[in-house]
């Protein structure tokens, strides 16, 4: 990632965490469907290096296909154009038109239909050869609208998303329709704060953020209640500190 290749810039998410996680996920219900045929248990390895590597799966298909070494492409794609983030009046936006369907449809939206049969942009091979010229194109029209009048004009007629900072995704009712933005109650406090909610939607067994994680031993007196354990006894553990 980056705009250069002497600049490498760093990836938003903690995908050394997350992608690797998933994908254990998935290898923990595959193993477990295994053990269900089988009754045949099993280690499940994924390292977190290997995670991400295979989520980067292009850059080595690439290099084996063209020999040459992928570099940092910025906003854009190598393979697509246009395929990347375009300015507008009042951020930016996405949008992709890969197909010759989608070319078409996109040069009609911002009134350059004469594009459609210029012989520089005839196929994504060529406007791959012109993409500067074809981003500058989209983005005099694209930076004359903001986000808002962009989504009524190109929304469900190509790929196309308009990009959020925090304080735009609060104000989008799709985030809380969908339960995305969770508001939970903040410790020591009568206070709250918001968290992103649970992306998986089933019909049978839903899931939900209800409460938030616990401090450290928040709940120890009360889980050894349930044990059996007497408050004196808890308290002698305290004192001695085998718990806090």
């Known amino acids: 990632t980056g705009s250069h290749q002497n600049d490498p810039t760093k ?6 965490d997350l992608i690797p996680a998933m994908m254990l996920a998935f290898g923990i219900v595959a193993a ?8 045949q248990g099993q280690f499940v390895d994924v390292a977190m290096l290997d995670g991400v590597l295979a989520a980067c799966e292009r ?24 395929f990347g983030m375009v300015k507008t009046k009042d ?16 040069c009609e939206l911002i009134g ?43 929304g469900g007629k190509i790929p196309f998303g308009p990009v959020y900072d925090i304080n735009d995704i609060l104000e989008d009712d799709h985030y809380r329709t969908r339960e995305m933005i969770i508001s939970v109650d903040r410790p020591h406090s009568s206070g709250s704060y918001r968290i992103a909610g649970v992306p998986v939607r089933m019909t049978e067994t839903p899931g939900g953020i209800y409460r938030r994680a616990p401090l450290l031993g928040e709940h120890t007196d009360e889980i050894l209640n349930k044990l059996g354990l007497s408050q004196q006894q808890i308290k002698i553990w305290r004192d001695n500190g085998v718990i806090k």
């Open 91 to 106: 951020g930016w936006i996405t949008l992709a038109a890969q197909s010759a369907e989608e070319w078409r449809c996109l």
């Open 112 to 154: 350059r239909t004469e594009l459609v049969h210029d012989q520089r942009f005839t196929d994504n091979k060529a406007r791959i050869a012109h993409q500067d010229y074809v981003y500058e194109q989209i983005e005099a029209f694209t930076s004359q609208k903001t986000r808002k009048q962009l989504v009524a004009l190109f």
């Open 59 to 82: 850059i080595i298909y690439q290099h084996s296909v063209t020999g040459q070494t992928p570099v940092p492409e910025g906003n854009r794609h190598p393979l697509i154009c246009p």
């Open 32 to 39: 477990l469907r295994h053990a269900e045929r089988t009754g």
């Open 11 to 16: 990836v938003g998410p903690g995908v050394g």
